[in-house]
T-cell receptor, first 113, second 113 residues
Framework: DAKTTQPTSMDCAEGRAANLPCNHS???????VYWYRQIHSQGPQYIIH???NNETNEMASLIITEDRKSSTLILPHATLRDTAVYYC??????????????FGKGTKLSVIP | DVKVTQSSRYLVKRTGEKVFLECVQD?????MFWYRQDPGLGLRLIYF???????EKGDIPEGYSVSREKKERFSLILESASTNQTSMYLC????????????FGSGTQLSVL
């Protein structure tokens, strides 16, 4: 699975958009980009995933560059409850490799009142 | 919503004890996973199962075993607990269709004294 690089920490004002970047320059054609988050003392929570096209759901938007070497997770109106560690993960579909989702150190997002 | 329930939130055991961590999911997922999470090391896969009575080793299976007698239940067993198995244990489940979305439980913080 491709390796990802994320900033260690970020701050965002409450009510503003939070834009979390992720670099995955070694991504291959069949690998998906996943985003999870982990609120303190809880298990990780799936947010969104994508392959090539931009994706949006009720939680967030995922913008993937045309060359697929980087992506940005957007929380459109951050709230205090969005304070968490955000993980960007790249891996292939089941059967294409291991079952493991490799969680790196992620980005600690702090939403400031 | 998918619910993954871990039997205990906190557990304290003595060195040498046999420890059972139980996990139940309610969405008929084929895949189930056990991870442990330690500061600075991220999440590491211990074992996973893709069907009843099937199991596969993850990255760190030593000192652990698992049991999956029913589709909804996946147990992690520490045959003889040691202090270096003090950790947060996270169970997860997913469907076997396309890109995997893991659903995690809240975790069990195990302390081995």
């Amino acid at each position: 699975d491709a390796k990802t690089t994320q900033p260690t920490s970020m701050d965002c004002a409450e009510g503003r958009a939070a834009n979390l970047p992720c670099n995955h320059s070694t991504i291959s054609g069949n690998e998906y980009v996943y985003w999870y988050r982990q609120i303190h003392s809880q298990g990780p929570q799936y947010i969104i995933h994508g392959l090539k096209n931009n994706e949006t759901n009720e939680m967030a938007s995922l913008i993937i560059t045309e060359d697929r070497k980087s992506s940005t997770l957007i929380l459109p109106h951050a709230t205090l409850r969005d304070t968490a560690v955000y993980y960007c993960i790249v891996r292939g579909a089941p059967g294409a490799g291991s079952y493991q989702l490799t969680f790196g150190k992620g980005t600690k997002l702090s939403v400031i009142p | 919503d998918v619910k993954v329930t871990q039997s205990s939130r906190y557990l304290v055991k003595r060195t040498g004890e046999k420890v059972f961590l139980e996990c139940v999911q309610d969405m008929d997922h084929e895949n189930m996973f056990w991870y442990r999470q330690d500061p600075g090391l991220g999440l590491r896969l211990i074992y996973f199962s893709y069907d009843v009575k099937m199991k596969e080793k993850g990255d760190i299976p030593e000192g652990y075993s698992v049991s999956r007698e029913k589709k909804e239940r996946f147990s992690l067993i520490l045959e003889s607990a040691s202090t270096n198995q003090t950790s947060m244990y996270l169970c997860a489940s997913s469907l076997w269709t396309g890109p995997e979305k893991l659903f995690f439980g809240s975790g069990t913080q195990l302390s081995v004294l």
